[in-house]
Structures are given as C-alpha cells and as structure tokens.
C-alpha cells in the first residue's frame, strides 16, 4: 500500500532510497526511464501510470500463481491452458509498458483477464452455468479496477459497459444447470443483477477516485512550477542586481583612469579583464592612453633633440668666433654629429662631471629642458 500511494502522488523522480531493493529491479526490468526534472505534466502523468501499470502486473502475476492451485484441482480441465494464455498476454502487457505504450498495454491486460480469465472460465465450465459459477460474475469488478489503475478514467465506464453486456449475455445464450433451471430468479439477481450494481458502483468511484488523485496531482505540480519560478525570479533578480554592481564598479574604473588621465598620468589603465562586459570600452581606452603615452615621448625626445641641435649650432657659433667650443654631453643623437663638426675629443657629462668619449645612448626617462647658456643670442631655446 506504500508503494502505491506513493506511485499516486509522489513525484516518480528516483531518489536515492527509492533505487534500492526489489523495486528498483522491478522497475528497470518493466518501465522505462524517468522523464527528465523538466518535462512536461502530461509526460510525468505518462509515467505514473507506467510505475503504477508495472505495479499491478506484478499483483496480477501473484494473482496467477494463485490461481493454477484452483486450475489443477477443479473440474474445468480448459482453465489450466487459459491460464497459459493470460499469462503470455500479461507478459506481452509487460513488454509495451516498458516500451512506453501503457495504453496498449492496459487494453490487452483489461481485455484478457476479462474475457480469457474471467469469461473464458465461465462459458468452458462443463455443464453451463451452474450455482458454483456464478461468484465468477462478481470477479469482474478486477479487470474494472486494472482499468482505473492503468488507463484514462472513461475507459473504466466502457469496461464497465462491457463487463454489463458480458453478463446479460452469458446469462442469456449459455446452458443453464438443471437446478438453476428451476430456480431462476437466483441466476438473474446474482448472475445480472449484483454484477450490474457492482460494475456501476465501482466505475462511479474509480471515475471520482481517478479525477480527484489527477486534479491533486495537477494542482501539487502547478503550485510547484509556481514555487520554481518564483526562485527563478528571486535568483534572477540576485543575478540583476550582482551584474548591476559589478557594471557600476567597471564605469566607475574606466571614470578613475580617465581622470588619473587628464591630470597628466599616462600610465594609468583601465583594470578590467576580457571576461568583463565593458571590456570592449576599456581595452579600446586603454590602447588609445598607450599610443597617446608613446606620443607624447616621442614628442618629449624630438623636443630634447631640438634643444640639442640649437646648443651644438651656438657651439658652432662660438667655435667659429675663434672660442673654444665646450660641448657637454646631451645623451642625444646630437652627440655624434658635435664629434665629428667640433674640435673637441672629449665631452663632459653633466650628470657625473667626468670626460668620456662620446657615444649614442638611449634617452633617459628625465632630461633636463635647458643645457648649458651659451653667449650666442642666435641660440634657439624651447
């Protein structure tokens, strides 16, 4: 009874507990996989109904060892190979419900244990009728409840229909013992009438059973989707808001290099990386800082060799008034070109304010705007 109320209104997702023992087994051998967390209702509907058709062929298994006992020692000697051919048609219902089809399986079930279990003992009775075979007529209300286990609930009331016309029926066209004969009135009320009473009773309240554990089902899985997507909302609205934060600190970065920028510091980045949203905007700003840097060193260093060009030309000035030149040393290419058009074999370095011979070096990263004052008023300065 567990297991069944839990097939009818447990989520059929396995858990950890629910993989373990004789169900498990029974499950993979007779059902197919668990429908994803995000499938729809209908397919998990699908799948209930599956578990629940595995469970009851399981019951109807037991129920036909059950019955070969009665098969072996009674007098209808046909029910024995009935059974045999119930017993391949609740394998063949086995084998579709693990394909899926629990709808074709439930018909051939429903079917067979009606007409071939059912039925198929009642008209192989030697002799018709008799007072013995009749509680045979109310085993139809098996067959009935199958049918509101595996199937839609309309077709408890065709089962219902059927088993009724069965009846009515068998009762009609079938030899009758002698005793029945006489007493009639027993077959009609046992025989039609009580089958009728309980086939009517029992479809009414598998019909009410079956809607009113669906209706639940549906409403416990519309409130759960409501849940879901009100966390879904919530995480979303958290996710929003991190990405806003996040966005705000990246504009606030590029606004800081920008104005560490314009106050004339070049060295200044953006520090973003590639996986940022705004990196686009930071790495374009961040390669125009750079070819602005390396643009205003270049400028810097072509202003330091103007300067130098203008001191070696007063040098000049002063070597051809007959002065001796002085020339010290800038740390620029202008200090081949004073070598070789001066009359001087060393320079001094103003740095060290010792002689060396002189040599083309890079450009330090400070040079001093203004080199030594010459008297030549023809002399450029910067």
Request: hydrophobic share 45%.
């Amino acid at each position: 009874m567990d297991e069944i109320q839990q097939m009818l209104f447990e989520d059929p997702t396995p858990t950890t507990a629910r993989q373990k023992g004789f169900w498990a087994w029974w499950y993979r051998v007779t059902t197919p996989p668990t429908p994803p967390e995000d499938a729809s209702f209908e397919e998990r509907e699908i799948h209930r109904r599956i578990r629940l058709t595995s469970i009851v062929i399981f019951v109807l298994i037991f129920v036909w060892l059950l019955s070969i006992p009665n098969a072996l020692l009674g007098t209808n000697f046909l029910l024995l190979p009935l059974l045999g051919v119930l017993f391949i048609t609740t394998l063949i219902g086995a084998i579709l419900n693990k394909q899926g089809k629990v709808n074709l399986a439930g018909i051939i079930i429903v079917l067979s244990w009606t007409f071939i279990g059912i039925f198929g003992n009642i008209w192989t009775t030697a002799g018709g009728i008799s007072p013995y075979s009749i509680p045979l007529f109310a085993l139809l209300a098996m067959p009935e409840m199958f049918a509101a286990a595996m199937l839609p609930s309309w077709w408890v009331a065709g089962d219902a229909a059927v088993n009724i016309v069965g009846c009515i029926l068998s009762v009609i066209l079938m030899p009758h013992t002698a005793d029945l004969n006489v007493r009639r009135g027993i077959l009609w009320t046992y025989g039609v009438g009580m089958p009728i009473v309980l086939q009517v009773t029992i479809a009414g309240i598998a019909i009410l059973w079956t809607t009113s554990i669906l209706n639940t089902i549906r409403e416990r899985n519309e409130a759960e989707e409501v849940a879901k997507l009100e966390r879904d909302i919530a995480e979303q609205m958290t996710v929003s808001v991190t990405e806003k934060e996040a966005l705000e600190r990246s504009i606030a970065a590029i606004v800081q290099t920008q104005s560490r920028v314009a106050n004339g510091d070049f060295s200044a980045r953006v520090p973003l990386t590639n996986d940022n949203v705004l990196w686009p905007v930071a790495g374009t700003l961040n390669n125009l800082i750079g070819r602005l840097q390396k643009a205003l060193e270049s400028e810097q260093k072509l202003r330091i060799t103007e300067q130098a060009a203008a001191y070696l030309l007063s040098q000049l000035q002063r070597q051809k008034q007959g002065l001796p030149p002085s020339y010290t040393r800038t740390n620029t290419t202008i200090d081949p070109i004073a070598m070789s058009v001066l009359n001087q074999t060393t320079m001094r370095n103003p740095q060290s304010g010792q002689t060396s011979f002189p040599e083309q070096t890079a450009l330090p990263k400070q040079m001093p705007n203004q080199f030594p004052p010459t008297n030549n008023p023809s002399s450029i300065n910067y």
